[in-house]
């Protein structure tokens, strides 16, 4: 069995030049991304904002499922401009995604049709798009263009928010008429990270009009991350109720989201808190004598956790600010003044940002053996 | 000239295991650690707490200068216990020194003379002292072997405070007389952090009774610190006016030190700001056409600062927390109203800690260009 | 000046991916491939054969552009199938090489335009041709291809010799027909090496029928060889009067080439054996007092040398077979019997490969200090 | 279970520095060398060439007990200089045996008592001596010193014989008289590895006398080698019925060992044919079709073996000289001429030496599937 295997794989590395050398990496669906399901939720690793040399990238439709699958990612959107295109390429904004979706058959990459609309004074992505060939999505009038996509049923989100061309010279797109966008649910996500970029306006703008949170990669050229040890795209975590695009669909919907970026996650309480408590595996002992609880903590995700201290309680073998490293086992020494059969540690894990400037803040119960 | 140390090289890589493979590997003085000096006095990286065979460690000295040598220190007290030592090795306490102290001659490394005393119920370590092998310093009765070691004008300071068997069954060695030899200085200092052990209550005590703060290895075994990426010696910093025994000895007795642990700094306000601002290089220009402003912040130190941002304005690339890595250049992009020509950002070092549960807070200033 | 370039670059992340992620890597002309030039030429690092989306590659022309810059190329083909284009791209074989050639407009890379040509019953390469859209290049007889290639007064060689599928059931395109092109120039070179694939047969060949050695990536997907360390495209070595398309054409008419593929320089000995002395530079003196000459051999090019010693003298610190590692300096003890003030090293460097199962011998001449 | 261990080894590491940092870090006896057994012997690796601060090496015996179990040695024998001692060490040449011995009790690492005695115009070292304190190993005669480690029922062997200070000036130690010491197997084995040492002569000389091969590290440092990735310690390996001193006793008696130096190995061809066969895993397959075989060589030893092709084949992606990396499948395409069901490989293994100037020559059978 084993043998055969190894032959074909042999074969095909020698002979795969002549065809094509692009091969899928990873279609084992394993996570490449190490963060928890949360209780009544799959967590999706989702990239909602990606360009192919359909619009202005630079890759053929199957190297970002290529990609998508080697950074284990477990949807994408394909995300061209609508009303632009290369002039060596077929005009047909559904050609791309249709290739995409062919490439990731036989995995259990989600492909989902997109679109990117220029509407002034700014750029949004519709997800879901019935026909991303409708004439209406490239109307003269641009708010006519996201009228289009919403009478798709599709999901309208504000991209790049912090794209500092706009904010020239003392204009911002935030004007009145914008904000009604935002208030009638036109627009019902904005992308806080996009790229390596993040924008706490952003983020105070998605509190205020209760905007879902989303961070994508806009990608058009080639993808490097997994090269780099330590580095991810940035993504939308998803907390989905099914595996597919209708349960991505409502949970965006349902603003069931949050970020990851770089060693950050972003996002509401509600979904923080359970991806941190999930990604740990706690046991806890008194030191033989003492009242000295010594707390294992291993983390099983790929994030290290920031911690500050605010218990009452002192450390014995740690500063008040110690990390939770990713993939590894913690051991605090924690004084307590007597033998407590349990007790809560309370925390602010600061890489863990649920407001512009505000962490979050949790007890972590403690139970000793 | 090049090519006559290329050959010396070789023929003593060559040879050298006929005498001894022991070779110093970094004479020339190069700090390993990068920290930087501050205002009106040099840092030195020391460590004040040694073993060889001459009591309970397994190496010969010569090893522990070649270490220290490698791993960038400027200074180590040899300090064997006192009281006990190996029949296989010569009772002399002196020895280790002076072996230690010919080895180190010829490159900048000091060596300072001292010892470790077990004065029930615990150890204390005395630096500087005359003459280790004084009967006195063995005396039976434990408070007398302090008495001695300040007699020989030496500095004196307790050892592992966290070390929990003293602590079984409810005792402490915090007693009213352990105060009285805080209080009338007969011990001057505490190792807040002993290896990889930190212990917040030594730091309290230390606030309490305006005590020294020190940092060492206590290292028996061979040092591979070296060989980890990353990793470093626990060291205690020490703020002198000279690089000397003498320059180390005033600032001791005048309390300028501070821990350097893991990724930590433990130390008075007055050192870690200084420390923290000598570290850093800024540059920053406003983004044309806009009010954001790019700050450049290089960090020409091995330590990662983890800040939290307590200004006012919001960041444009990054949330409230976030690192200036070691050896690095961070941008921030800082949303000012209206192009300021300077101001301030106020920040919480996380991992700089001032007291236990309260890390370094302080204003950095901006200046446009 | 420093601080302008700083924020140019910060800038440029920050905003670059609403336009464009793809950035040239490496536009200073830095050779990442680290071989010497040889008395009398350059020694150009080229791959003569890469496809893109305009034929069956996956990647826009631009990218390979900047593939080549950050791999330290010095000369790239577009050599897309003439015969075959995508339906969603459009039917122009000049295109891709126009947009290499504007992408490398300010580098000093050299885009050579060409074209892959299925003559059955095999590939060739065909560069330098004056119109790549030339109907006859298509010709309904393969014949009549090749013969048109030459036409354009272009450079034709065979591509992947080696490519299993078509030697199934005892076939062979070595055929008489085949042989006649080889003889009256038609083809003038051969691809010993494609990717990862290399084939005796194709160097036996080559020596038989006076054929240009070559060594290209065929590339269809994208390249990530500088992400693997001690990895390199697999490329032909040209020996080139000057960095120039004309200086290239010379030297492949005049078959001044090598093979760099792995840790092999495949290519004739008038070529190799300058490649291996220009790579070192050697010292030697004799160890006081004794008849035993320590040569130091430092070597500055990528490759490991990998030679076995066939003079008559005894090594004093090595065996027969050695290494003469890559950027390092390799110090060899000789045995001479009484102290000359030269010696030669009689050698063979087995993976300097001039013919199927022979590898470069060469005498190293020691000149005593 | 799990969790105690875990506990345990948390709370050793914050207390242990208290006693002793230094801990066994590997006494599973998992070899950390590998290489094979081969046909009938067990393949042991052994140093019998080491220094503790009991002569003039620098570390306690405990240390090179922890050193061997970390690196994975299956032996060690203390060979502390007979005639010499520190003087602030006790004079007692059994001692450091003893100690190491108690170490490793528990492991499985045999510790053989020894000595170096230095025997004018050179050293020597003798195994197994019964009281390394006899008066008669430090006569004044230097050949009485030999005879006397003789009389112990040690087995003798001659250390670094390329140390060059001995050959200056025209000498040799190579007299008449030392070849009778050889002639008479007053001394029984050669050191023609110590260290990185290597001395061609000293095969040479092994090979006219009969001598046992050994090579040593002869270490007086520390022990960095497990910091260096790839890097080993020069061993001896012995083949040996049994696991024990009495086991390697009858090996060395028996002249059944080899060197493993860097990637050398070194010995006779009834060793090092088996080692590289008993490395080696085999598939073979004819590619469909053709006549082309695909083996499969799965390398699960540490030795990368540097092969040259000498059969009549050519070879289908690889020149003649080719490696079979360590712990890696190499994959041959063989162009053989009909679809034969076996044939023969006709290789040199030019890393494998087992001669001055002469590597081990094999034919390696290949049976299709």
Known sequence: ????????????????????????????????????????????????????????????????????????????????????????????????????????????????PGGEISASPDHFNALFLEDPNDRKLKDTIPARRIAAANAHGGFVFWNHPGWTAKYKNGNTPVTEEFKNLLRDESVQGIEVCNGNGYWEGALKLALEYDLALLGNSDIHGVSYNRFEPGKHRTV???????????????????????????????????????????????????????????????????????????????????THFFTIKAHSTTILGVKVNKNLPEFELDLVIHNLVVAPGESLELSLPVIMD
């Open 236 to 318: 939308t975590l998803v907390f989905a109720k099914e595996k597919s695009a209708e349960g991505i669909r409502d949970a965006l919907l349902d603003k069931r989201t949050a970020i990851y970026q770089g060693d950050h996650l972003i996002g509401p309480v509600e979904f923080l808190k359970p991806l941190f408590f999930e990604s740990l595996e706690l046991e806890a002992t008194y030191r033989e004598g003492t009242t000295i609880a010594y707390v294992s903590i291993t983390n099983n995700s790929d994030i290290n956790f920031y911690c500050g201290n605010r218990s009452p309680f002192l450390f014995y073998n740690s």
């Open 1 to 112: 069995m084993k043998k055969q295997t190894l032959f074909s794989v042999a074969i095909c590395l020698i002979t795969s030049n002549i065809f094509s050398q692009t091969v899928i990496l990873n279609n084992t669906g394993t996570p490449e991304i190490q963060l928890p399901d949360i209780p009544g939720y799959l967590t999706m690793k989702c990239d909602f904002h990606v360009h192919t040399v359909f619009s202005d990238g630079v890759v053929w439709p199957t190297v970002r499922v290529d990609e998508a699958l080697a950074e284990g990612l477990d949807a994408i959107a394909i995300t061209e401009h609508v009303e632009w295109h290369r002039v060596e390429v077929i005009d047909d904004n559904r050609i791309s995604y249709e290739i995409a979706r062919d490439r990731a058959e036989g995995s259990d990459l989600v492909i989902i």
